[in-house]
Structure formats: C-alpha cells, structure tokens
T-cell receptor
Framework: SQKIEQNSEALNIQEGKTATLTCNYTNYSPAYLQWYRQDPGRGPVFLLLIRENEKEKRKERLKVTFDTTLKQSLFHITASQPADSATYLCALSDSSYKLIFGSGTRLLVRP | NAGVTQTPKFQVLKTGQSMTLQCAQDMNHEYMSWYRQDPGMGLRLIHYSVGAGITDQGEVPNGYNVSRSTTEDFPLRLLSAAPSQTSVYFC???????????????FGPGTRLTVT
C-alpha cells in the first residue's frame, strides 16, 4: 500500500543552524510533492511545491529537493530561527486528485 | 476575502448523534477536501470534490457523507457519531491547474470534535 514516512522524533537544533527534514515514500508515483507548516491548534499552511521533473526548489531560506529514484524529498531551513519551530508536513499528489499527507516532523529551534 | 471558514470550532456529541460540519471558501476554488487529524496519524483524507456535484472517497470515508451543491460550500455529515470519530477535522480548498492535479491547499482553522 502507499506509504509516506516522516521522522516521528522531533528535530532539535540550535538557532542559526540548518534544519533538514526527510520525507520518504513507497508504492507511489507522485506528480507533485508539497511541504506545509503547521502550528499548534491551527491548520497547515502551504510552503513549497516541487514537480517530479524538478530536482530542487528554493524560496527565501527554504530549499526542497525531490529524488524520484530514491523516493525521497529533503526540506532544508537555513539560518533557522526560534520562529521556525513548528511541525512540517510533506504531501504527495498524483493524477487521482488525492493529496496524501505524511504524519509530520516537529522542529524545535533553540535560541 | 475570508479564505476557508469552518464551523463550529468545537463540538461535543454523544454516540449515535448526527451532525454536519460546515466548510465554505470564497476563492472560487474547484477542489475541496476534508481531512481528519489524530495524534501520530497525520492528516487523513476523508472525502474530496473537484467541482459542484462531484465527490469521491479518500482514505477513510466510512461513517461520513459529503455533498457539493455549490462551488463555495462542502459540508461533512457524520451519520451516527462514534468515539472513534473523535478528532480534529480540517477542510481545505485549492484550484485545479492544467493536468487536474490538486495544487497548494488552503486550510480552514479546524473543528475539534469529541464523541462521548
């Protein structure tokens, strides 16, 4: 069955360092991969979308890579700040209109 | 422009009761969907719609009904509430671009439902 895996353990890093979050998937042929941020008690907020034929996408301090051979996406936040502390979700969409989410990884940035 | 709105914010139901969670968007988005979020489980797709009059099942549709009579509204009905339906429910909408893939989702603030 289709499966999306994100590290369930929280990632704890020092302010100023680069945070790297991983999203792995199996039994899936996504056309797009998306990353969202979710703060406690709120709905997810869209951050970045990358297509299957793109290797890398950047937006300000954010960078996403997409390796369809490894079936993996990496999400990087450079020069991390305490305000970046949140849960980050990856989501995959294929031609079926369904958007399927991973369970998310919590990021804690220490001042 | 209110985006995606959901009502109510909180609801407590007794087992066997029915209710409707409301969702509305003012962005003229074709695609709307409902997710539930449980601790450690992430967001799971319940039902989705690609336009008025068109709905389809997601990953966990049992116990829920939907309809889409207008572009703006996509209510979720719980037919006979069960404790297993205790969760936080999110509605989302997006446009459908060329190729029909669902793009970036705009989420509502969520409804926290408890079934006792």
């Amino acid at each position: 069955s289709q499966k999306i895996e994100q590290n369930s353990e929280a990632l704890n890093i020092q302010e100023g360092k680069t945070a790297t979050l991983t999203c792995n998937y199996t039994n899936y042929s996504p056309a797009y991969l998306q990353w969202y941020r979710q703060d406690p008690g709120r709905g997810p907020v869209f951050l970045l979308l990358i297509r299957e034929n793109e290797k890398e996408k950047r937006k300000e301090r954010l960078k996403v890579t997409f390796d369809t051979t490894l079936k993996q996406s990496l999400f990087h936040i450079t020069a991390s700040q305490p305000a970046d502390s949140a849960t980050y979700l990856c989501a995959l969409s294929d031609s079926s209109y369904k958007l399927i989410f991973g369970s998310g990884t919590r990021l804690l940035v220490r001042p | 422009n209110a985006g995606v709105t959901q009502t109510p914010k909180f609801q407590v139901l007794k087992t066997g009761q029915s209710m409707t969670l409301q969702c509305a968007q003012d962005m003229n988005h074709e695609y709307m969907s409902w997710y539930r979020q449980d601790p450690g489980m992430g967001l799971r797709l319940i039902h989705y719609s690609v336009g008025a009059g068109i709905t389809d099942q997601g990953e966990v549709p049992n116990g829920y009904n939907v309809s889409r009579s207008t572009t703006e509204d996509f209510p979720l009905r719980l037919l006979s509430a069960a404790p297993s339906q205790t969760s936080v429910y999110f509605c989302a909408s997006s446009s459908l671009r060329f190729g029909g893939y669902s793009y970036e989702q705009y989420f509502g603030p969520g409804t926290r439902l408890t079934v006792t």
